[in-house]
């Protein structure tokens, strides 16, 4: 299994740009589809965003749809998520994970998790 370690989190205000991303060991990365996740205080995780292992496709959540990208490069085995014009409700503990299912939008689909990084938007 991929072992995945997220970055980039922290403290932004209403309106700024944060780029997370999450480091995979293993020489599997691009056999991998890759999502971003995120679970605020009291509420369940939820789907953000997918690309497929081929970077040929990508998904998002219609709260995110027009602000995030998600990225990967299968070379340095690392995939991003580049969040722009973030609001207070983008305040989160955000994951990334690997799974088989390509564009996967449920977390049972995934196999790997990383520890998660903290995004908080002030108003």
């Known amino acids: 299994q991929a072992q995945l370690v997220e970055s980039g989190g922290g403290l932004v205000q209403a309106g700024g740009s944060l780029r997370l991303s999450c480091a995979a060991s293993g020489r599997t990365f691009s056999t991998y589809a890759m999502g971003w996740f995120r679970q605020a205080p009291g509420k369940e995780r939820e789907f953000v965003a997918a690309?497929?292992?081929?970077?040929?496709?990508?998904r998002y959540a219609d709260s995110v749809k027009g602000r995030f990208t998600i990225s990967r490069d299968n070379i340095k085995n690392i995939v991003y998520l580049q969040m722009n014009s973030l609001k207070p409700e983008d305040t989160a503990v955000y994951y990334c994970?690997?799974?088989?299912?390509?564009?996967?939008?449920?977390?049972?689909?995934?196999?790997?998790w990383g520890q998660g990084t903290q995004v908080t938007v002030s108003s």
């Open positions: 690309i497929t292992r081929s970077v040929s496709s990508t």
């Open positions: 994970a690997a799974t088989y299912t390509n564009a996967a939008i449920f977390p049972y689909k995934y196999d790997c």
